[in-house]
């Protein structure tokens, strides 16, 4: 059994990294400039977010037993949080995918890493790895990873409605 969840994952890795290669050939996008200052912002919030994790963690050294949390998951969770903050306010300035860039590709691929993860979780539950000892364990990365990519889909749909909605009324106006 063991090694067929081995080789799924293998699989998996594989078929994601095509599709991302795939995805990225295709998919070169160009930023105008209102883009560039968006995610120049994004960044910083981002950066400055880090920080003060990090600052945090340093004064939770003396709080080992009373975390509900491994420092593994603490810094998974540290390290992703950033990130989604980053996208979130990229893609709510629609300054996340290039001008020239497919929308539709990107959607998909973020679709199927959710998925996977979401696969990743499912199976991390029913081995019981995700907390032990009443302790959420740093294999919670890909949870948090699947949440992550679940916002960035569910954000990513609603700019690509909103924009198609916007084309509809503008073609219904000529």
């Given at each position: ?12 890795v ?37 920080s ?8 939770m ?5 009373s ?6 998951a603490?810094?998974a ?20 995918v ?14 199927f890493?959710?998925?996977v ?58």
């Amino acid at each position: 059994m063991k090694i067929i969840t081995y080789v799924a994952m293998l699989l998996a890795v594989i078929i994601a990294a095509l599709a991302v290669t795939c995805t990225i050939k295709k998919a070169k996008g160009e930023y105008d400039e209102r883009q560039k200052l968006i995610r120049g912002k994004g960044y910083r919030i981002s950066f400055f977010l880090y920080s003060f994790e990090f600052a945090l963690l340093m004064f939770m050294d003396n709080m080992d037993d009373s975390l509900p949390m491994t420092y593994g998951a603490f810094y998974a969770i540290a390290f992703i949080l950033p990130i989604c903050v980053f996208v979130i306010y990229c893609i709510s300035k629609d300054a996340f995918v290039g001008i020239t860039t497919n929308i539709i590709q990107y959607i998909l691929l973020v679709a199927f890493i959710a998925l996977v993860d979401i696969a990743g979780t499912i199976v991390m539950i029913i081995q019981g790895k995700l907390i032990v000892g009443g302790k959420l364990t740093s294999a919670c990365i890909t949870p948090v990873c699947g949440v992550l990519f679940l916002i960035v889909l569910v954000m990513l749909l609603v700019r690509n409605s909103n924009v198609q909605a916007e084309k509809g009324t503008d073609n219904e106006e000529s």
